[in-house]
């Protein structure tokens, strides 16, 4: 099993609509969870940081679901300028390795 | 402030020729990372300098060497380029490279280098 895996997308969905990904991960010892965003051709920035409790800033909602091994990022109104790949990333904590990076999902948002 | 500063932006090397991709990063992070970014391959990390003075192969670091010139900056040198080695390299730094939680792991990403080898 990979480290961390993500649906390749690509998700096309319409202004204004709602999207969620979910990410699964292997490590059960992992800590840190991110999301990060990549535009075409650009560098990834970080998103936002997922916490045990869940987290939301403003149309984005991060879910941690250790039970599972899974996280999730909700998009509430889509808008054009969300498309982009979405970058789930893991702190493995085992054997001091850095971050993992998913191969991210992809979205279009349609007008 | 700028960052994560990488040079060059882009360049073509015949195969066999060498290169020296620059990495420089002015936030006091400790640790700096090269990536190589490929369609369908997500980011995979080729070296890493979890601290100055200190570095460490990643997933894919054949082909590779790096140098941590100082705590500023992270060089990342193709001795005898290949074709397989065309891609987008990304810079990265953190302020710890692991088991700090967020924010000291959170990596800064510089804006990429594309390098395509003939």
């Known amino acids: 099993r990979k480290e961390v895996e993500q649906d390749p997308g690509p998700f096309n969905v319409p202004e204004g609509a709602t999207v969620a990904f979910n990410c699964t991960y292997s490590?059960?010892?992992?800590?840190?969870f991110f999301w990060y965003r990549q535009d075409c051709r650009k560098e990834p920035k970080l998103l936002m940081s997922?916490?045990?409790s869940g987290n939301e800033d403003g149309r984005f909602t991060a879910q941690l679901n250790r039970a599972s091994q899974y996280i999730s990022l909700l998009i509430r109104d889509s808008k054009l300028s969300d498309s982009a790949t979405y970058l789930c990333?893991?702190?493995?904590?085992?054997?001091?390795?850095?971050?993992?990076f998913g191969k991210g999902t992809r979205l279009s948002v349609i007008a | 402030n700028a960052g994560v500063t990488q040079t060059p932006k882009f360049q073509v090397l015949k195969t066999g020729q060498s290169m020296t991709l620059q990495c420089a990063q002015d936030?006091?992070?400790?640790?700096m990372y090269w990536y190589r970014q490929d369609p369908g391959m997500g980011l995979r990390l080729i070296y890493y300098?979890?601290?100055?003075?200190?570095?460490d192969k990643g997933e894919v670091p054949n082909g590779y060497n790096v140098s941590r010139l100082n705590k500023r900056e992270f060089s990342l040198r193709l001795e005898s380029a290949a074709p397989s080695q065309t891609s987008v390299y990304f810079c990265?730094?953190?302020?710890?490279?692991?088991?700090?939680?967020?924010?000291?792991?959170?990596?800064?990403f510089g804006p990429g280098t594309r390098l395509l080898v003939l």
């Open positions: 990333v893991v702190s493995p904590y085992s054997g001091n390795t850095p971050l993992v």
């Open positions: 990265a730094s953190s302020e710890a490279p692991f088991s700090g939680g967020d924010p000291q792991e959170t990596q800064y």
């Open positions: 300098s979890a601290s100055e003075g200190t570095t």
């Open positions: 490590n059960s010892a992992s800590q840190s």
């Open positions: 936030m006091n992070h400790n640790s």
């Open positions: 997922v916490y045990s």
